[in-house]
DNA sequence: GGCCGCTAAATGAATAATCATTCATCTGGT
DNA sequence: ACCAGATGAATGATTATTCATTTAGCGGCC
């Protein structure tokens, strides 16, 4: 078996073993059970446990943050863009639930490491928001007396909250494309300039 | 010495404690020492580690809730009473911030006990600002076709969001009352029906 | 007032369980 | 026959929890 392959098995036992038991309350064995692996092969791939959460983080997060901009980079207008944005982030956490289930949880925890990574991580993705928000400032398209560093977390953060609904119960109780089309429509509104 | 200040004392260290260290990192030591108590006294006043962390939820955020809703109902507008909910949701933030940091990193966790513990209380908070907006749709003030249990979430979420950034960095990037006026304006006109 | 005896509260060393990590051994492919 | 890759039992460290022992406060008694 080529070593890609373990690599990867091991990374897709542990978003599932991840988002179900917590990263502290994981076992390294639960992970090696479900990648269908012994407890020591996780470590000819990985440092330590850690190594595991942030290789996760790092792969399937990565993925989709470049997803994102290659979309929002296709849209004409900054309200399209922000549309877009508002979809594509609620289809993720209904489409790979798991992984959603992870970013919520473990990426807000307290632990140094995980700090500074989030910092980074959250830092280039809320980013895609602000750039939206000055282009369509110059354009005289919203209002100037928005701080985008403000309002790129405002918008985040109705998007996370609405995921975090989602990611705590069983089924999404409102429609992906509604939700996101109710979303961004008030924000929208919100910082429209006339 | 009176049992109630121990009570008290264990779970002011233990804010602090969880705060620095998170809870599965913090030992029951590292509180017992800032508590200035024995390992063993902190089992007189609570059944284990995990029900420290509940009693800190419970007791601190419970009056704070109760605080939130008293000013709330001060107020005589929906307007107002949005714009109040954002000043202290967010200077709660900065003037407890162990709690804060507490509430954004520790209730996310994904361990059962939490999750279902957090689903209760999130509503609690989270239904204050729902029935803000069903009374202004009531009067006519906000739009009919806002839906209170999307936009309860999306204007929590962006507080909350605002809130992470401050736990996150040494000192608030924006001013305390600004922010809660930027982000309640946006929010007011984007569900307002004229 | 001082002295007992009693009980609740507090102590912290010892226990016991849990797991991340290691490494001596094995295996399948060439 | 060789060896890179895989194995999983054993190790060792960490810590939540327990509990035998100590301490402190208090009421009654002389």
Redesign the pocket.
Known sequence: ?K?SD?HEKIIRAAVKVFAKKGFF??????IAKAA??????????FN???DILISVFDEEIGKFIAQTKKLVDQEETPQKKIEIFALKHLSMAKENKSLAEIIQMELRQSHKLIKEYRKTIFSEYVDIISNIIRQGQEKGIFREDVKPGIAKRAFFGALDEMTRLWVLSPKPPYDIEDTAKQISNMFLIGINSK
Do not use: E, P
């Open positions: 078996m070593s373990k309350s994981a076992r390294i064995s639960d269908k692996v012994a407890d020591g092969t996780i470590y000819l791939y330590n446990k850690f």
